[in-house]
């Protein structure tokens, strides 16, 4: 990584032993700053990488729920339609044969006694 980046222009050398010494401080000054900058780079992009991913994941759980709330909709929507036809109102015809039933089965059995033996 460390390419990336441009490098400084080298000190003139000169013959004494100062400028060879200033020429290496400077330039392990300077490989010292860019590996920190690539560090720092390379922990950027793992949490550029992780915040991808979290956004992946997240948009893949959100059409799971999706799918999932469209299949009870559908199932809730069955069951209404299924309630729906159970649960009628009842008209006048239904009412009266219900009425007739009810009367048939209520009969006072003592006064079906008497009309069968007649004493």
Do not use: C, W
């Amino acid at each position: 990584m460390l390419s990336q980046f441009p490098t400084l222009p080298p000190l003139p050398v000169a013959d004494s032993e100062d400028a060879v010494i200033l020429q290496n401080t400077y330039s392990r000054l300077q490989h010292t700053l860019l590996s920190a900058v690539d560090g720092q780079m390379d922990t950027l992009e793992q949490a550029l990488r992780e915040a991808q991913n979290d956004i992946k994941m997240t948009a893949e759980e959100k059409q799971t729920i999706a799918v999932e709330l469209a299949r009870v909709q559908k199932q809730v929507g069955g069951m209404n339609e299924g309630l729906a036809r159970n649960v009628r109102s009842p008209d006048s015809s239904t009412l009266t044969s219900l009425f007739k039933q009810r009367s048939r089965t209520r009969r006072d059995p003592y006064k079906t006694a008497r009309r069968n033996y007649r004493i």
